[in-house]
């Protein structure tokens, strides 16, 4: 099955290749996709059925890092939740860009936990972890409310190798690529395959560094392991992460990312 689904992606990168990247109108601000490249897209675009739409940590404009932010993804059509989280000083997980913006009023990731686990439907969170504690708490919290397959942890890129085997092997893990020349594809290689090795189940990468080259790159059927696009904002870019053919994309509008999904109908290819 995956290496069907690569072969797929692999094929969907060739189709569109050329066009994607330099075909638009309007200022860098307000980029607009030529609708016969749109049209390019869905026909060529190859989704999984477990696509995540997550919702970003400022979700719908709504207060970064709260529980405001999560609630407003459920309500416009995401799958997913982009949280950061730091540890307070008792090593409860909260949401936070790290932990000098922690506050006596932040939302715990319990509080998250709770609220979703009683909606009907399965969600997903991509943890991104500003700061290092309590790891048993979060352990615990993810088997309290059974989301250990449910959860991928960001944001441990640096993190001892023999850590992530132990102290993090029950989590997903994803290496999470931005600022990055990716243009070279014998670096994009490179990258891929350290991520793959170093028991990164997959890779989170920003709009604004993803390249053909790196999705190539992640493609080949010697990689194995999925990736997601982060940081995307506008429909231009909906469409541009789409063309890559990802496991999922981190929106701010996720309403905006499913109608686009739904009016080329992918939600059920």
């Known amino acids: 099955m995956l290496i069907s689904r690569i072969a797929a992606a692999a094929l969907t990168l060739a189709v569109i290749a050329g066009f994607i990247f330099s075909s638009f109108a309007g200022s860098p601000e307000e980029k607009t996709m030529p609708e016969e490249n749109v049209q390019k897209i869905i026909d060529s675009v190859y989704l999984p059925e477990s696509f995540l739409r997550a919702a970003s940590y400022d979700c719908m404009g709504k207060r970064k890092n709260s529980l405001e932010a999560v609630k407003a ?30 506050t006596k009023s932040s939302d715990t990731l319990e509080d998250v936990f709770k609220f979703v686990s009683e909606k009907s439907g399965n969600y997903y969170f991509i943890i991104n972890l500003t700061g290092f504690g309590e790891f048993d708490v979060l352990k615990e919290l993810c088997e309290e409310y059974d989301n250990y397959s449910k959860v991928y942890l960001t944001g441990v890129n640096d993190v001892p190798a023999d850590f992530l085997y132990s102290e993090l092997a029950s989590f997903m893990k994803l290496y999470s690529v931005s600022d990055v020349d990716l243009t070279d594809s014998e670096k994009c290689a490179e990258l891929a395959s ?14 604004g560094c ?6 190539n790159a992640i493609n080949d059927p ?9 940081g995307v904002e506008s429909e231009y870019d909906i ?24 009016n080329g109908g992918l939600l059920n290819r």
């Open 222 to 230: 010697h990689c194995g392991i999925t990736y997601y696009v982060s």
């Open 210 to 215: 993803m390249t053909e080259e790196f999705a």
């Open 73 to 102: 993804g459920l309500e416009n059509a995401a799958n997913c939740f982009e949280l950061n989280v730091a540890f307070k000083a008792d090593g409860t997980p909260v949401l936070a860009e790290n932990e000098k913006y922690i």
């Open 194 to 207: 350290y991520a793959m090795s170093n028991g990164f189940t997959g890779i989170i990468c920003d709009i």
């Open 239 to 262: 469409y541009r992460a789409l063309s890559f053919s990802p496991y999922g994309i981190v929106a701010s509008s996720p309403d905006v990312l499913y109608e686009t999904m739904r």
